[in-house]
């Protein structure tokens, strides 16, 4: 069964001019799953996120160590959900610290109602 999944998948992607946006939810993902997604996306050089939802999936704290590989490869995400994946709290302090080095990379600045993101 996951070799077809990753068929489609691969498949997919190459016949994509580019990858912007992804939702994957509600799909019970398992760790190595989100292993192998991290791994395609990355590989795609046509992919360039600016969009990630990701939640409702069984991936646990492996899980969460693997999607943060896809946040440490694409930094200019504008858009991102990771919820109700049963990672616990080694997966979410490596999710935590990515995510403070992707911030890191950019200056923000706080308006009423939103945050505008300027680069260095």
């Given at each position: 069964?996951?070799?077809?999944?990753?068929?489609?998948?691969?498949?997919?992607?190459?016949?994509?001019?580019?990858?912007?946006?992804?939702?994957?939810?509600?799909?019970?993902?398992?760790?190595?799953?989100?292993?192998?997604?991290?791994?395609?996306?990355?590989?795609?050089?046509?992919?360039n996120l600016s969009l990630l939802h990701f939640y409702n999936n069984m991936s646990g704290t492996n899980g969460a160590i693997n999607f943060s590989k896809i946040l440490d490869h694409f930094t200019d995400i504008e858009d991102l959900r990771?919820?109700?994946?049963?990672?616990?709290?080694?997966?979410?302090?490596?999710?935590?610290?990515?995510?403070?080095?992707?911030?890191?990379?950019?200056?923000?600045?706080?308006?009423?109602?939103?945050?505008?993101?300027?680069?260095?």
């Amino acid at each position: 069964m996951w070799s077809f999944f990753y068929l489609i998948f691969t498949s997919s992607l190459s016949i994509l001019p580019i990858v912007q946006k992804l939702y994957v939810c509600n799909n019970g993902l398992s760790a190595e799953a989100v292993g192998e997604l991290a791994t395609l996306l990355i590989a795609n050089t046509n992919c360039n996120l600016s969009l990630l939802h990701f939640y409702n999936n069984m991936s646990g704290t492996n899980g969460a160590i693997n999607f943060s590989k896809i946040l440490d490869h694409f930094t200019d995400i504008e858009d991102l959900r990771f919820s109700a994946t049963r990672a616990g709290a080694e997966g979410c302090l490596v999710l935590a610290k990515v995510i403070v080095l992707c911030l890191m990379t950019m200056n923000i600045y706080y308006y009423r109602d939103f945050i505008k993101l300027v680069y260095w």
